[in-house]
């Protein structure tokens, strides 16, 4: 399954809403996850299925599902996130990420 | 606490092989699926495959179908990953992660702190 995402990059201020978009191949209902990644540090879960916000994790985060189309929306950009966004499906035995967008100021 | 921590960084040769290991805590070991996902220099997250803890059963990405092994130490709650025929293709920060077995699904919720794996001659 082949994952894309849009746009690849993004310029973006504090206090901005950031939409990011993710595109599966085929359908994978709600197995979709999306992490935050930062230089030298682990990728950090935000969503899981879909919609779902991890413990700990802000509520100006959240995801959301149409058909093959998933998107992650960040409210009110704060400093801390700064980073590159990945999503990643686990519909049956089969897992991938997509490319990733960065978020730059 | 809730944490994986990963063995130290490793240099090897083009050709050789690396193993590197991944000690859980904090959880019940037995209800969590180890994954293994690499990051290269200036590159994305690829997903390399899993390892179920209590059966041993593996599934692997197709690209690492021929180099790929994983075993598991449920005595001491820790997964090995070994990859051979080493290329600096592989050259890479590797990290475990846990994902919760069953039929609610939370994703890959903990990770590793990751080990850089250096191919070089």
């Known amino acids: 399954i082949q994952m894309t995402q849009s746009p690849s990059s993004l310029s973006v201020s504090i206090g901005d809403r950031v939409t990011i978009t993710c595109r599966a191949s085929q359908r994978i209902g709600t197995f979709l996850n999306w992490y935050q990644t930062k230089p030298g540090k682990a990728p950090k879960l935000l969503i899981y299925s879909a919609s779902n916000l991890q413990g700990g994790v802000p509520s100006r985060f959240s995801g959301s599902a149409s058909g093959t189309e998933f998107t992650l929306t960040i409210s009110n950009l704060q400093p801390e996130d700064f980073g590159t966004y990945y999503c990643q499906q686990s519909y049956k035995t089969s897992y991938s990420f997509g490319p990733g967008t960065k978020l730059e100021v | 606490q809730v944490q994986l921590v990963q063995s130290g960084a490793e240099v090897q040769k083009p050709g050789a092989s690396v193993k590197v290991s991944c000690k859980a805590s904090g959880y019940t070991f037995s209800d969590y699926y180890t994954h293994w996902i690499r990051q290269a220099p200036g590159q994305g997250l690829e997903w390399m495959g899993w390892?179920?803890?209590?059966?041993?059963?593996?599934n692997f990405a197709p690209n690492f179908q021929d180099s790929l092994t994983m075993t598991r130490d449920t005595s001491n709650s820790t997964v090995y990953m070994e990859l051979s025929r080493l290329t600096s293709d592989d050259t890479a920060i590797y990290y475990c992660a846990r994902e919760k077995i069953g039929e609610t699904y939370y994703g890959i919720d903990v990770w590793g702190q990751g080990t850089t794996v250096t191919v070089s001659s």
């Open positions: 390892i179920h803890p209590k059966t041993g059963v593996t």
